[in-house]
């Protein structure tokens, strides 16, 4: 019989915190959190992709685009509305890859 090890064993995305935790205005739990990862590099610059940021005010603002340039401490993304929009990388809490959006449907008539 194989017994696991914890190298072996893959863990949740969830981190234990022993306080209250809020996010985007619903509670998780009093144990548990979310666990943000950046998981983007200059190389997917021209790939679409989903940024969360956080805030001076402390709450977090979500952008998805195409990653147009990543320099001097700046990611610059062009939203589908074609708007540029530039995230400080000190600003960056989670970043990731995502796949294009669906087709727009056709209007019902």
Do not use: N
């Not at 619903?26 to 679409?48: Q, T």
């Not at 509305?81 to 959006?101: C, H, M, N, Q, R």
């Amino acid at each position: 019989m194989a017994i696991a090890t914890l190298a072996a064993v893959s863990l949740p995305s969830i981190a234990a915190v022993s306080q209250r935790f809020h996010h985007g205005g619903r509670h998780i739990g009093p144990r548990f959190s979310a666990r943000y990862v950046i998981s983007i590099a200059p190389s997917d610059i021209g790939r679409r992709v989903s940024l969360r940021r956080r805030l001076a005010s402390g709450s977090y603002s979500d952008v998805v685009g195409e990653l147009q340039g990543w320099a001097d401490g700046r990611l610059t993304v062009r939203r589908r509305d074609g708007s540029i929009v530039s995230v400080p990388e000190a600003e960056l809490v989670a970043g990731k890859t995502v796949p294009p959006p669906p087709p727009r449907r056709a209007p019902r008539t």
